[in-house]
């Protein structure tokens, strides 16, 4: 189920334009682009997400997501970046524009996304 909320991407998650939390994807509202090549990039990172949870039968998909968080700020990394050192940001990032991969996507490939691919984030 994908919803829209102008209030929480505006108050709580300004820097961000998508959010998944199973089952739902909750977007920033992108009424006058839905048809756009960037909303389907973005929906198509979000359904990574939710494939990964999936995987991880959602409660340890969130578990690791916060591992993986913590231990990157502990090795003193800013937030930005220690959210896109997470392996599955990583794969969500890397794979977002393949609007195909989901279909050939193998079981937990997010633990192979050890390093980034080109130039994933902009800084």
């Not at 334009?17 to 009424?31: A, H, K, M, N, Y």
């Not at 392996?87 to 977002?96: D, L, T």
């Amino acid at each position: 189920m994908i919803f829209t909320s102008k209030i929480l991407f505006n108050k709580v998650l300004r820097h961000y334009t998508g959010i998944t939390v199973w089952p739902f994807v909750i977007l920033r509202d992108t009424e006058q682009e839905s048809g756009s090549e960037r909303y389907r990039v973005l929906l198509n990172h979000e359904r990574i997400h939710l494939r990964q949870q999936a995987e991880l039968l959602v409660i340890f998909f969130y578990i690791l997501y916060a591992f993986y968080y913590i231990r990157n700020r502990f090795r003193g990394l800013s937030h930005w970046k220690a959210y896109q050192e997470i392996p599955f940001e990583r794969e969500s990032y890397a794979k977002e524009r393949d609007l195909n991969y989901l279909k050939t996507r193998k079981f937990w490939q997010w633990r192979f996304f050890k390093k980034n691919y080109g130039k994933i984030f902009d800084e």
